[in-house]
């Protein structure tokens, strides 16, 4: 995300930077060298504060949270401090998302090198004073006050978004979005990289912010659900399916568009247009089977007779 | 808390019908606090050292803390300056959370006793702001004794304070509305 | 010709009529027709009928407007709590639909009605998109001459932004009233606390002792960032408080210098020529300084 939303964080000051443009000066590659440079005047900051949660846990952005973040910004301390330990650093978080293994571990150490942690504390402005440096205030929920810090640079840890396009990416295979815009998986639990178009997989932060572990482990899983398709050679179709019976369809069209998985097109039939289901697309969810005025479409296991018997025994008793 | 008294908050209080009450009196996302406390940072209440500032008052009502909250005056030292409003993430809009713990204080006579006096001066004078010796406050400036507001058109002042009347102000105000 | 309802509120009329002089002088220099606002309340000041309920809120604040709308125009406001309140009135009459209804009701019953057409306007957003700064320039009669101005816009102009009709680009760093000053000659850089409460308000009246701590703290930052001829102030209950305020800080030996306060209204009016003694009246803090700068240079 870009800091220029964040109008209270004074972005327009060329001192106040996102972590990801932090992360390009503390790499070897990167426009420094490596060399922490502060962008206004390329000195070393002596101070610098980080502050979490820009964006992510905000309805007016992302109501989620980014997830990487407590742990990239603890990272980040970790590697200044070993390198630089005279310089201050504080960091301004809600809470500590520090969950998993060695996680915590790595929070201890980074506040034993001497970081300074701000619990309680969103960042509520950034003043920039005359003297160049610049002013972040903040709230201290163990102190149980307001704080106020004077610094050389300030880093916004700015959300992690799904990336321009991943809607129309996404409607190009029957793929949806869910509200916050990431790729939405069939189910959380049960099918984690599984989509609603069968043979299409997500992995990594296409389907939510995650970190790097992550990411591998569903894209390992991913892969694997895509060979279990492929290997055997053939596809294993639901039982569950509609099936137009051609003879009785009016040729009406209202069944396609109203199907999620795109399975239904009309095709030639006896020198006549009908509707066809392909049975390698339908998923089995019936609606078609609902909408259709020339009942021509039947909804296997749940056949207009299978229903009027249920009901039948049902309004006996 | 009472002087000298023990500094502890018992939770068994939290009150879940307090908490109805003040989203019906204008909290209505009270309950979406994440206690970020970006709030906290710039409210001029916490910066200016009231012990009840705007992040712990929204806790305390989404807590149900009815008699702490009714009991301690730091919500009549809110600016109403809507800083809060602005930088709030989850648009709770905290201020409106003041706000509601005062209408539910007036509603049960907990308010220091400057509010009535505002109270009643906007009643009677459709000023809450009347000080005295303003005719000659207007006089240095050129202006004549009386501002041309509902303090100079009686008719104007009686319409006033009978759309007064209209309001709760007709059941809580401790003074008579004639 | 355009028409402005003036709306006086309480603090000026009463407090600080030397503002009222000011805003009458200035919108008649810049050939604004001033209705009056004949009968209007107090807006209602946010710890009267605001702390009782939003419609006893809304019903208050929809009788000045509806005298406006009356009358056919919109308001202009010299007070911050005065344009606060009534814009938020107008935001939550627009956004709760039963409110308003409530309001029509109560309104009805004295003969009144208000459709929710009339905007409150402070000075410095109406002289900045209704005047314009090439406009007020050409009218202004003399020069600041470079004077230093410290900026206070005061709370109630800039937040809840989306409940007002106009506004900063970045309400953080507000622009406009140090746009103003410089159209008129005068310096006014930003500074790190140009967002920052005085502490006037009700934090004012039930806890002097800090409110007067918060206003030092930010007139200490003036003075050592800026170290102004005058402090500009957006509203008049900031107003207040930089100069009687600032007074009695002088008084209890808390703080060792005077910085001299106007309110932007002030200001432009005897930049376009207004009576000093009139314009200046109810002032604690001695001017002398300051107008012998603006008048000196022309
Ligand atoms: S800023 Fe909003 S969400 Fe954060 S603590 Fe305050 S009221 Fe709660
Ligand atoms: S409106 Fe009240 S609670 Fe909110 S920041 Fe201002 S003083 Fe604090």
Redesign the pocket.
């Known amino acids: 995300m870009s800091k220029h939303h964040f109008k209270e964080y004074s972005p327009h000051h060329p001192d106040v930077i996102t972590s990801m443009e932090f992360e390009r000066i503390l790499s070897a590659t990167g426009p420094t060298g490596g060399e922490l440079k502060r962008p206004s005047d390329g000195t070393k900051p002596k101070t610098i504060a980080m502050i979490s949660c820009v964006g992510s846990r905000d309805e007016r952005y992302h109501r989620y949270c980014s997830k990487v973040c407590c742990m990239y910004m603890l990272k980040h301390a970790r590697i200044l401090k070993e390198k630089y330990p005279d310089i201050k650093i504080f960091l301004f978080f809600i809470d500590v998302r520090t969950a998993g293994k060695d996680f915590e571990e790595f929070y201890v150490y980074t506040k034993e090198l001497g970081a300074k942690i701000i619990r309680g504390g969103?960042v509520s402005a950034v003043d920039v004073k005359p003297d160049g440096k610049l002013r972040v205030r903040g709230f201290d929920v163990d102190l149980c006050s307001p704080v106020e810090v004077s610094v050389d640079l300030v880093v916004l840890a700015t959300a992690i978004e799904p990336p321009d396009g991943v809607e129309e990416l996404g409607s190009m295979f029957t793929a949806t979005c869910g509200r916050e815009g990431f790729l939405r998986e069939v189910h959380t639990k049960l099918y984690p990289v599984e989509t609603q178009a069968r043979g299409v997989f997500i992995a990594g932060c296409v389907q939510g912010p995650k970190d790097i572990p992550e990411s591998i482990a569903q894209a390992r899983a991913a892969a694997a659900a895509t060979a279990a398709l492929v290997i055997p050679g053939k596809i294993r179709f639901e039982a569950v399916i509609s099936e137009v019976d051609r003879d009785k369809c009016s040729s009406c069209g209202v069944c396609v568009p109203l199907c999620p998985y795109t399975a239904i097109r009309i095709v030639e039939y006896k020198g006549k247009e009908k509707a066809y289901i392909e049975p390698a697309l339908c998923a089995g969810c019936g609606v078609c089977a609902s909408a259709c005025p020339s009942r021509a479409i039947t909804f296997h296991g749940f056949t207009t007779e299978q229903i009027m018997a249920q009901i039948d025994a049902l309004t006996e008793a | 808390m009472e002087e000298g008294g023990v500094n502890v908050i018992d939770l068994t209080q939290s009150d879940e019908n307090f908490i109805k009450e003040l989203m019906e009196l204008g909290a209505d996302e009270l309950k979406?606090?994440?206690?970020?406390?970006?709030?906290?940072a710039t409210c001029p209440m916490a910066l200016a050292g009231l012990e009840f500032f705007?992040?712990r008052i929204?806790?305390a009502a989404t807590l149900g803390l009815r008699d702490i909250l009714l009991e301690d005056s730091s919500v009549w030292g809110c600016q109403s300056c809507n800083r809060?409003v602005e930088?709030?993430?989850?648009d709770?809009k905290?201020y409106e959370?003041i706000q509601a713990v005062r209408r539910a204080a007036v509603r049960v006579e907990s308010c220091p006793a400057n509010t009535y006096e505002g109270l009643r001066n906007l009643y009677r004078f459709g000023h809450a702001v009347f000080p005295k010796g303003f005719e000659e406050r207007r006089k240095k400036a050129g202006l004549p004794e009386k501002p041309p507001t509902a303090l100079s058109f009686e008719e104007m002042r009686k319409k006033y304070q009978e759309i007064l009347r209209n309001t709760i102000l007709e059941e809580i105000a401790p003074f008579p509305l004639t | 010709m355009k028409r402005i309802g003036l709306f006086l509120g309480c603090n000026i009329p009463f407090n600080r009529p030397d503002v009222e002089y000011s805003l009458r002088f200035l919108l008649n220099a810049l050939d604004v027709e001033i209705v009056e606002m004949e009968g209007a309340a107090c807006c209602p000041a946010y710890g009267t009928m605001p702390s009782l309920g939003i419609f006893e809120w809304a019903v208050a604040s929809a009788w000045n407007l509806s005298i406006a709308e009356e009358k056919g125009v919109d308001m202009i406001t010299g007070c911050g709590s005065c344009y606060g309140v009534q814009n938020e009135a107008n935001y939550y009459m627009k956004k709760h639909p039963d409110i308003k209804k409530k309001v029509d009701e109560v309104l009805a019953k004295v003969g009144r009605k208000y459709n929710g057409n009339v905007k409150v306007w402070n000075v410095t957003n109406f002289l900045y998109e209704q005047i314009g700064l090439d406009t007020l320039k050409q009218k202004a009669k003399y020069s600041l001459n470079g004077l230093k101005c410290g900026i206070q816009t005061g709370c109630h102009n800039l937040w809840p932004s989306r409940a007002f009709p106009a506004n900063e680009d970045n309400v953080f760093a507000p622009k406009r009233m140090r746009e103003i000053c410089e159209a008129l000659g005068g310096v006014a850089p930003h500074y790190s606390t140009i967002t920052d409460c005085c502490g006037m308000g009700a934090l004012r009246s039930n806890a002097p002792e800090k409110s007067l701590a918060l206003f030092k703290k930010k007139l200490d930052t003036i003075k050592a960032e800026l170290d102004p001829d005058v402090n500009v102030i957006g509203c008049s209950s900031c107003l207040m408080q930089f100069d009687a305020g600032q007074s009695l800080l002088i008084e209890q030996k808390k703080i060792n210098y005077k910085i001299p306060a106007l309110h932007i209204a002030q200001l432009v009016a005897i930049a376009l020529g207004a009576e000093v003694e009139k314009a200046t009246a109810l002032a604690t803090i001695p001017l002398n300084g300051v107008i012998t700068k603006i008048k000196g240079g022309n």
Do not use: N, Y
């Not at chain 2, 979406?32 to 906290?40: A, F, L, M, P, S």
């Open positions: 969103r | 979406e606090c994440i206690q970020c406390g970006k709030c906290g705007i992040k929204v806790h809060c930088v709030c993430p989850m709770i905290p959370v």
